[in-house]
């Protein structure tokens, strides 16, 4: 497959492209400096890009977006978060829908931000949108890729939550303090294995459309999480960050990320038979953190 990425260096778009390109795949990236070979430049916050560039690719991945764990949420901060979502997705989206010959697939990152906080209600990709700032983000987000999808693009939105990847995501910035003996609480997540495997099933299969939960099939509590993870570690994990402590520390951050409860399954993942690399929590932690 010809395949254009946007969102290239990130976690996510680090590990698949690797991966996509073991198989065969012929990988251009959309960037905002000038482009060397195999680059299309575009500027997503100013609506630019030549939309006769995106010509003859089968599949357009977008996983670019403002980092939203790093720094205080104020106005600004939150601002780029959507903007650079919502806006750069609308653009291709709109160019895809006005090219001659379109991809077969627009696969575009979005988050299980969509629930909001929801306590241990079920959730599938089925489930309504709950409240919050990241909430309203990832429905106009998704919202965002629909020029593509009216025009008959095949579109997925990739609902992906916090990712264990030694290297970043939220499994990176915990390590130090838990090697410290200073583990707390913290969230559930899902392996960058399988976010890769995920991506890439739902890039051929014709079957898969719309929003997709890139999740666990064995989503664990934090308590769970932090116990196992200082269990891999051999380190304590006796404490635990009051909620009144994280609002100080984080602001709006933390209820929105830090204290959220959700329980997402994923429903279409298994009903296309995906293989999980890595379904429960001891083996992934140990696949990730062996030296």
């Not at 590990?15 to 500027?43: F, M, Q, T, Y």
């Not at 205080?72 to 291709?92: A, F, M, Q």
């Not at 294995?193 to 459309?209: F, M, N, R, Y």
């Not at 304590?236 to 602001?251: C, H, K």
């Amino acid at each position: 497959m010809k395949i254009l990425v946007a969102g290239a260096s990130g976690l996510v778009g680090s590990a698949l492209i690797p991966s996509l390109e073991s198989d065969g795949a012929e990988i251009n990236r959309l960037v905002r400096s000038s482009p060397k070979a195999n680059e299309i430049e575009w500027h997503p916050n100013h609506g630019g890009i030549d939309a006769t560039r995106l010509e003859g690719f089968d599949a357009i991945i977008n996983l670019a977006g403002e980092n939203i764990a790093e720094g205080r949420w104020t106005d600004e901060k939150k601002r780029k978060i959507r903007d650079s979502r919502v806006d750069g997705t609308h653009l291709l989206s709109e160019a895809i829908a006005k090219l001659a010959t379109k991809p077969r697939v627009f696969l575009c990152a979005s988050a299980t931000g969509f629930y909001g906080d929801r306590d241990d209600e079920f959730l599938d990709e089925t489930s309504d949108s709950g409240g919050g700032f990241l909430a309203n983000v990832c429905r106009d987000w998704e919202g965002a890729t629909e020029s593509a999808a009216k025009a008959g693009v095949r579109v997925v939105n990739l609902r992906f939550g916090p990712i264990l990847a030694r290297e970043g995501g939220m499994l990176g910035k915990m390590l130090t303090p838990f090697k410290l003996g200073m583990g707390g609480k913290v969230g559930s997540g899902k392996q960058i294995d399988d976010v890769v495997g995920a991506s890439k099933l739902a890039l051929p299969d014709e079957s898969i459309h719309g929003p997709l939960n890139v999740v666990s099939p064995n989503p664990v509590t934090n308590e769970e999480f932090t116990k196992t993870l200082g269990e891999v570690l051999s380190r304590p994990t006796v404490m635990s960050i009051p909620a009144f402590a994280a609002r100080l520390a984080f602001g709006e951050m933390a209820d929105e990320m830090l204290l959220v409860s959700q329980r997402v399954a994923p429903k279409k993942l298994n009903e296309a038979g995906y293989q999980f690399k890595h379904p429960e929590l001891e083996s992934a932690l140990r696949h990730y953190l062996a030296e």
